[in-house]
Antibody, heavy 121, light 107 residues
Framework: VGLVASGGALVQPGGSLRLSCAASGFTFSRYEMNWVRQAPGKGLECVSYMSTSGTTIYYADSVKGRFTMSRDNAENSLYLQMDSLRVEDTAIYYC???????????????WGQGTVVTVSS | EMVMTQSPATLSVSPGDRATLTCRAS??????LAWYQRRPGQAPSLLIY???TRATGIPARFSGSGSGTEYTLTISSLQSEDFAIYYCQQYYNWPWTFGQGTKVEMK
């Protein structure tokens, strides 16, 4: 199983970034996916969740209206469009796979290595 | 948002010792509770879900228990590779939330 996140960068407050996650080694279309972040010195925060088909999406209140999650099952790829970025969005962003068993929505069985987003002027 | 509180923040133990980590939820999570291990420089990895089910490949020295708002991760005999940070996480309702972590360090 491979999850390689990319797209992290240094961006000014108010700017935009698009994170990508390339999945390999498993049937991507059969798994719910997530973005989880960890800010410096802070805990782990679930940013967004997407169902296999993309029809159900959850967002953390802290990013609702600013971030948009999407997926391309044909390309085995996950995305996070991040707009109106704030200093507090500075974090490592992890692309994370859901376990995919019954009654385990929200259990994360594989994490990519993460991509660093820094929001600073 | 459900708050998960882990204790202790740091646990100093010797190899071969038993370690007991606690996680308390601000309201019942109905056993929708997972534990993750995080070694330095690595992303977290799944240890246990549904309170007590070990993930694939996890050795039997790791066990979980609990109900309602109180949960426990026990490592029966610590090995050198077990010194790490451990996080609990509830997935009972969104947003799924993590505890702040317990660092298990060598005494």
């Amino acid at each position: 199983v491979g999850l390689v996140a990319s797209g992290g960068a240094l961006v000014q407050p108010g700017g935009s970034l698009r994170l990508s996650c390339a999945a390999s080694g498993f049937t991507f279309s059969r798994y719910e996916m997530n973005w989880v972040r960890q800010a410096p010195g802070k805990g782990l925060e679930c940013v967004s969740y997407m169902s296999t088909s993309g029809t159900t999406i959850y967002y953390a209140d802290s990013v609702k209206g600013r971030f948009t999650m999407s997926r391309d099952n044909a390309e085995n790829s996950l995305y996070l469009q991040m707009d109106s970025l704030r200093v507090e969005d500075t974090a490592i962003y992890y692309c994370v796979r859901d376990l995919g068993e019954a009654a385990t929505l929200g259990v994360f069985d594989f994490w990519g290595q993460g991509t660093v987003v820094t929001v600073s002027s | 948002e459900m708050v998960m509180t882990q204790s202790p923040a740091t646990l100093s133990v010797s190899p071969g010792d038993r370690a007991t980590l606690t996680c308390r939820a601000s309201q019942s999570v109905s056993r929708y509770l997972a534990w993750y291990q995080r070694r330095p420089g690595q992303a977290p990895s799944l240890l246990i879900y549904s309170t007590s089910t070990r993930a694939t490949g996890i050795p039997a020295r790791f066990s979980g228990s609990g109900s309602g708002t109180e949960y426990t991760l026990t490592i029966s005999s610590l090995q050198s590779e077990d010194f790490a940070i451990y996080y609990c996480q509830q997935y009972y309702n969104w947003p799924w939330t993590f505890g702040q972590g317990t660092k298990v360090e060598m005494k």
